[in-house]
T-cell receptor, first 113, second 115 residues
Framework: DAKTTQPTSMDCAEGRAANLPCNHSTISGNEYVYWYRQIHSQGPQYIIHGLKNNETNEMASLIITEDRKSSTLILPHATLRDTAVYYCIVRDDYTGTASKLTFGTGTRLQVTL | SQTIHQWPATLVQPVGSPLSLECTVEGTSNPNLYWYRQAAGRGLQLLFYSVGIGQISSEVPQNLSASRPQDRQFILSSKKLLLSDSGFYLC??????????????FGPGTRLTVL
């Protein structure tokens, strides 16, 4: 089972910031938080990941709480192209050379005009 | 830069027919390779992963098998398809760097319909 909890769906107006929450209360100290998104009928797209510190890249920002039990993905200026299902994943198994990702059902983000 | 290819993009096959899906990666060496399946309206399920040529780990016992004949080639096969094999099949790659986490990057997928 996925180790994360996300809202089923969210709406965001174009141009506004989209804040997608994720709860991962059972995360352990060496587990990373990953975010992917999947636009309809395409393969998942990597967005960002983090361990303890907040992270930012050209796509988004990841805010991780100090206790690491939750995180928020921020799309600073959402566009219609950001409409997708967003997956928050805690990497729950690591063999040392290959990681395994367990995908839940994610959050369906709808960006509207 | 690295790219990942999957083919075919779509496939319609009758029940009981064989299956071969191919995935190739360019621009990297000795990648970890993964096969996932996404049933309609569901999340992704890891099927197989490989850390090297000829090395296959199976996550879910089922009607499918995987092979890695070359460093950057990963093949998903079945001898006899079932209706329940329908879905969106995704290949992914990653490279593990010592002291750092590895990130998986996904291909465009193959949509398989078994009739």
């Amino acid at each position: 089972d996925a180790k994360t909890t996300q809202p089923t769906s969210m709406d965001c107006a174009e141009g506004r910031a989209a804040n997608l929450p994720c709860n991962h209360s059972t995360i352990s100290g060496n587990e990373y938080v990953y975010w992917y998104r999947q636009i309809h009928s395409q393969g998942p797209q990597y967005i960002i990941h983090g361990l303890k510190n907040n992270e930012t890249n050209e796509m988004a920002s990841l805010i991780i709480t100090e206790d690491r039990k939750s995180s928020t993905l921020i799309l600073p200026h959402a566009t219609l192209r950001d409409t997708a299902v967003y997956y928050c994943i805690v990497r729950d198994d690591y063999t040392g050379t290959a990681s395994k990702l367990t995908f839940g059902t994610g959050t369906r983000l709808q960006v509207t005009l | 830069s690295q790219t990942i290819h999957q083919w075919p993009a779509t496939l319609v096959q009758p029940v009981g027919s064989p299956l071969s899906l191919e995935c190739t990666v360019e621009g990297t060496s000795n990648p970890n390779l993964y096969w996932y399946r996404q049933a309609a309206g569901r999340g992704l399920q890891l099927l197989f992963y490989s850390v090297g040529i000829g090395q296959i780990s199976s996550e879910v016992p089922q009607n499918l098998s995987a092979s890695r004949p070359q460093d950057r080639q990963f093949i998903l096969s079945s001898k006899k398809l079932l209706l329940s094999d329908s879905g969106f099949y995704l290949c992914a790659w990653s490279v593990w760097l010592a002291g750092r986490t590895d990130t998986q990057y996904f291909g465009p997928g193959t949509r398989l319909t078994v009739l």
